[in-house]
């Protein structure tokens, strides 16, 4: 297993690779993982709604003129509907000099939905929460924002994707690997994953029926009891916690005072699973970024990890905190921590940070063309 931490370089989004025998595929030949950062912008997508910035994104990123968007209560201007996509083959053709695949986006809904890609079209539309295909010429695109981006690579087959996983959809790397073996032929030992960034045990603070559920459903590991913490009580030392002074955005909303509190690992419930699904550690690579707490170093390009619970900087105490440079990324937990409990989600979606997650054939000597 490969940990690593992202650096950003001073550009709006990141690129990563995946692993094997704990060596990077680098290369035309590999798909490569990419995650838009906080600098970006909201990356929200939804099938009736307009998100120019997200167009903006990703017509810089892959200068693509034709790509699906939402708006209209219709997909406009989607890949299904250009002539470069129709006359796409399912089987990749050899990439041409300075191609950069198209962009197919997914609305999500914390399912452990998994869609098949040929042309594009098949996700046109659809709810699910993870994409994968074998066309070269696209780029499987679904958000993130605390949640963990899963990026997927058979090997053998050349099935590549990305899949959004939830605490809700904690397992949908399962149904994948099943669909990938049901479609193609795809066996575990020939996968590479990514787990990129998302929110960590240090600043995910759960209750005890959640922590209970993961605990039952994946394994024990992936939750510890904050030693004597009960949200709304004063930590007796600084020791109760390994980042303390993020507790005030890293426990939910909602009335817990009194009430036992517990760390999740999202990471450990992820990995058990692919123990269990037979992908190989060496072919597993980790990004230790919390998406709720590092920072960025001085000139911006990548992380620093966890504050200590000493640092006077607790963060989280802005509503518009997304615009504040020190953080690489948006998160759910921090960007919302200070608002009224009962706002209703629809509402709470307006003052976080959502990330794209995309994975494909793309190039940094391509994009710098661009």
Same mark, same amino acid.
């Given at each position: 297993m490969k940990k690593f931490s992202l650096c950003a370089s001073g550009k709006n989004y990141a690129l990563f690779p995946f692993i094997c025998d704990e060596k990077e595929l680098s290369g035309g030949e590999y798909p490569v993982c990419g995650m838009s950062l906080l600098r970006a912008g %909201?990356?929200?997508f939804r099938w009736t709604e307009e998100n120019k910035n997200r167009d903006l994104f990703f017509s810089t990123l892959c200068g693509k003129k034709n790509f699906c968007r939402g708006g209209a209560g219709k997909a406009e201007g989607c890949v %299904?509907?250009?002539?470069?996509?129709?006359?796409m083959s399912y089987v990749p053709t050899v990439r041409a000099e300075n191609f950069l695949p198209v962009p197919v986006p997914l609305e999500l809904v914390h399912s452990r939905d998994v869609i098949i890609l040929r042309n594009g079209k098949e996700a046109q539309g659809r709810q699910a929460d993870g994409l994968l295909t074998k066309n070269k010429t696209l780029l499987p695109s679904v958000t993130v924002a605390d949640c963990v981006p899963v990026f997927f690579y058979d090997r053998r087959n050349g099935v590549f994707g990305v899949l959004h996983s939830g605490w809700k959809g904690t397992g949908i790397i399962k149904t994948a690997l099943q669909k990938a073996k049901e479609e193609f032929g795809t066996r575990a030992e020939d996968v590479s994953v990514v787990l990129g960034p998302h929110i960590r045990s240090c600043c995910y603070i759960v209750d005890e029926e959640r922590a209970n559920y993961f605990a039952e459903n994946f394994t024990p590991d992936c939750v510890e009891a904050a030693e004597t913490l009960y949200y709304g009580e004063t930590l007796n030392s600084s020791a109760a916690l390994n980042c303390g002074a993020t507790l005030k955005f890293g426990a939910p909303s909602g009335n817990f005072k009194g009430k036992k509190m517990f760390r999740l690992s999202l990471e450990k419930a992820n990995l058990s699973i692919l123990q269990k699904c037979g992908v190989q550690a060496c072919n597993i690579a980790l990004c230790t970024d919390c998406t709720c707490c590092s920072e960025s170093d001085e000139k911006g390009a990548g992380s620093q990890g966890c504050k200590s619970s000493g640092s006077d900087r607790s963060g989280g105490q802005n509503c518009n905190s997304r615009a504040a440079p020190e953080y690489v990324f948006g998160s759910f937990?921090?960007?919302?921590?200070?608002?009224?409990?009962?706002?209703p989600m629809d509402e709470r979606w307006k003052y976080f940070t959502v990330q794209a997650a995309f994975c494909g054939h793309?190039?940094?000597s391509d994009l710098q063309r661009q």
């Open positions: %909201s990356m929200r %299904s509907e250009t002539a470069e996509m129709r006359e937990r921090r960007e919302t921590s200070c608002l009224d409990p009962a706002l793309l190039r940094e």
